[in-house]
């Protein structure tokens, strides 16, 4: 700590306006802790022209003015008087002091602690003599020592209100220290207790935080000390974890040297063996040659010197000649030689392990479990909207509506169909206070019904009612986006999937990119480029969230990107071919829930599952003349895939056993056109983008027309081409709008 002749050679520090550069003149503390002149804060108030507040000319806090915009208001910075008081015995020995009596500047002076003033060699004497002043402590400033200058600090406050009064109480009402004229006048009334006491408790409550800030420091070093030690611990396993990483890569590799070595020993050995074969062939071959070309000369000879007489003669070597080239011409090509082919088939199905399960894993985990912590799961496709719901308004006299509304607990609702047939339904049921009440219930068929109230098993008067149930209409309440390639612009988008923040985030094929907006439409951000690097796109199409992931199918890169949710790029799987960890021309994507990605691989007609890290897990073939699988969705215990070849909805079991289809070409109810991506919405229904129809059609899961929702034209509020679909918390559906480059918000 600075000792205190230290801090007095220093003090000009401290007694400074940051604004004037000089001395302070009536210091006043502003709320953020920094001291100013009262004529310096009240020229800012001035040039600002701003009443009630006040900007801190170091900090640019804004601090509200008490009472009425009086500046005087802010409380006076009591330390620094004190240094102010102190100054001018630092000061001396170079310009002398100010007697506080007749103002006479000396170098000989004295300071009497107890009037807090300064005295010079004059009026000492006169001081002095005054019997009330017997007492006083008065010392001349050339005796001063370190505790003297400290008790000039620690000297009483005086009250800013009356002069020469010491602050004695503290008022807790106006929470400020006041003299005895101020405890008689403006505080007249209010609770006071002694400044000292005040001062105790308070320095007390700050001992008490001071301590416990201490020991939140302490334990604080304690951790970092822990952390420090962590980080050696997690270095020293790292290192290790290389290590046996290496060991095990070393010996997989020296295994596969080994058996390197042992077919190439094979194929030496083959070598070798296949040549001596040859060469003897060769030599066999040579030889009957030369015994050829003798024969052939000899018979030359015969020829040439033998009449036609000697030649119809019997001839033995002739007849010999003429018989081996009957006996060649039989024998055809059978003396075409064998060659022994050399292939070397290697191991596929050790290659696809190493390559997609790796030669092992790397696992981190917390060594301490922390209370509540637990794993969430993404919402996939479980939320939807509602479809078909009736809506039946049954009106009753005000004294009945009296007691349904006391009894409304006890109300049930029976639905009769024409055919006879009871559905006991619970309703919900509300009142609407004008003598109605609104019934909202799922019905088991649409047509006309008839609605019975009961009240503790007693119908209610006017009751039943013949009510005619009408089919759920949808309507467009949101659309965003429009033609361009602009951030919030879209260019033909494609997918759609929301996240558990109701975040939107869009494939555009136009754009090469995938685009995040909140759920009224306002742009996040982009990524994402053409090309076929990491992190660009060719014909982005499928998108779903997975917990923080975001996933794309890449279609003219064949591939399958994943990235963060802030749009960096983590990893890819795939790769052009018909192998089963390859796709072609991908195109819908989903997640089921296992966390598996299901891809719609269109090139090698198969929806292809892999694990979350792109490891390929199986296959599923679809059934049909004219396949063409789009997109690929799990609801409950069944898969639904859209199949654009033959224009239906094809509906498999877990294990990928072909159940129904439902679903022909056409544009009537039910009949498709190229149907597109899939969704379910809360109310179980199915919902499919009848993409070539321009509309969305909704369907029970076995395959009942349910409804639909058809404007096709490119205003507000219509649909050209559809193509996927996803449903908000709220239940409100997204369609991406095709060829109108927009996305729309349905309810």
């Known amino acids: 700590m600075m000792d205190i002749k230290t801090f007095l050679d220093n003090i000009h520090e401290h007694v400074c306006c940051p604004v004037c550069k000089t001395r302070f003149t009536n210091p006043k503390q502003l709320p ?93 004497p006169l001081h002095n003599g005054l019997r009330s002043n017997k007492e006083h402590h008065v010392l001349a400033l050339k005796d001063f020592r370190d505790e003297d200058f400290e008790n000039i600090l620690k000297q009483p406050t005086l009250c800013g209100k009356h002069e020469k ?22 505080h007249e009334g209010h609770a006071k207790i002694v400044l000292e006491d ?32 962590n980080c050696i611990s997690i270095q020293e396993q790292a290192a290790r974890v290389k290590s046996d990483v290496q060991h095990f890569a070393d010996s997989f590799i020296a295994a596969i040297e080994a058996q390197k070595k042992h077919i190439f020993d094979e194929v030496e050995n083959k070598l070798r063996e296949s040549l001596q074969l040859l060469g003897e062939q060769r030599h066999e ?57 050399f292939v070397f088939k290697g191991n596929e199905k050790l290659f696809d392990v190493l390559k997609f399960q790796h030669i092992g894993c790397f696992e981190s985990f917390i060594t301490k479990t922390i209370p509540k912590d637990s794993s969430a799961e993404g919402k996939g496709i479980r939320e939807g909207t509602v479809g078909l719901k009736a809506e039946i308004v049954v009106t009753t006299r005000n004294t009945q509506r009296e007691q349904c509304h006391q009894e409304l607990d006890c109300v049930t609702l029976k639905i009769e169909t024409r055919e006879g047939r009871d559905s006991a339904i619970k309703p919900q049921i509300q009142d609407n206070k004008d003598g109605t009440y609104k019934i909202d219930y799922f019905p088991k068929q649409i047509g006309t019904c008839q609605a019975s109230v009961k009240v503790n098993g007693e119908h209610v008067r006017g009751s039943p009612f013949e009510v005619q149930v009408k089919r759920r209409q949808f309507r467009p309440v949101l659309s965003f986006g429009e033609q361009g ?75 399958v990107q994943l990235f963060s949710d802030e749009g960096h790029y983590l990893n890819q799987f795939g790769g052009k071919g018909s192998r089963d960890h390859q796709l072609q021309f991908p195109h819908g994507l989903s997640i089921d829930s296992d966390g598996n990605i299901m891809v719609a691989d269109k090139g090698n007609k198969l929806i292809k599952i892999f694990s979350r890290d792109g490891r390929f897990l199986r296959s599923i073939r679809t059934e049909g003349s004219s396949i063409f699988p789009f997109h690929c969705i799990q609801h409950e215990n069944f898969l639904i895939l859209s199949d654009r070849g033959d224009h239906c909805i094809k509906v498999f079991n877990r294990e990928g056993k072909f159940l129904y289809k439902f679903g022909k070409q056409g544009k009537g109810d039910g009949e498709f056109d190229c149907p597109s991506c899939l969704s379910v919405d809360r109310a179980g229904h199915l919902l499919v983008c009848d993409t070539g129809n321009d509309r969305v059609q909704v369907f029970k899961l076995s395959g009942e027309f349910v409804t639909k929702f058809r404007v096709s034209g490119t205003r507000p509020g219509k649909i050209t081409r559809p193509v996927s679909t996803a449903v908000l918390s709220d239940g409100k559906i997204i369609v991406t709008d095709f060829n109108n480059h927009r996305v729309q918000i349905w309810e």
């Open 32 to 124: 953020c802790l920094h001291s100013f002149c009262l004529h310096c804060l009240q020229r800012i108030q001035q040039s600002c022209g701003i009443r009630d507040t006040i900007s801190c000319p170091e900090c640019r806090r804004n601090s509200r003015i008490p009472g009425n915009g009086d500046l005087n208001a802010f409380p006076t910075n009591f330390n620094v008087n004190s240094l102010l008081d102190a100054l001018p015995v630092t000061e001396c020995n170079t310009s002398g002091i100010k007697c506080g009596n007749c103002e006479k500047t000396s170098g000989e002076s004295a300071y009497c602690f107890t009037c807090c003033s300064f005295w010079c060699g004059d009026c000492l």
């Open 198 to 229: 005040a001062a105790k408790e308070r320095k007390s409550i700050v001992n008490a935080a001071i301590e416990s800030k201490k020991r939140r420091a302490q334990e604080k070093m304690t951790r970092t000390a822990k952390i420090d030690e």
């Open 165 to 186: 009064k010491k602050l004695k109480f503290f008022c807790q009402e106006c929470k400020i220290a006041i003299c005895n004229a101020c405890a008689l006048t403006d």
């Open 485 to 559: 390639s602009d951030a919030g612009m879209l260019s033909k988008p494609w997918g759609v999937a929301v996240n558990d923040k109701d975040e939107i985030a869009v494939s555009e094929v136009g754009n090469h990119r995938v685009q995040i907006f909140t759920s009224n439409g306002t742009h996040l951000r982009s990524f994402g480029k053409k090309g076929n690097q990491q992190g660009e796109f060719d014909f982005p199409a499928g998108i779903a969230f997975h917990n923080d992931k975001i996933i794309v199918t890449d279609t003219m890169n064949h591939r």
């Open 285 to 341: 071959i040579e030889e009957d040659v030369k015994m050829q070309e003798t024969e052939i000369e000899k018979t030359e000879m015969i020829v040439k010197r033998s009449t036609n007489a000697q030649i119809m003669q019997p001839h033995e070597f002739l007849d010999k000649i003429v018989l081996e080239k009957a006996e060649e011409e039989d024998s055809g090509n059978s003396n075409i030689e064998e060659v022994v082919a």
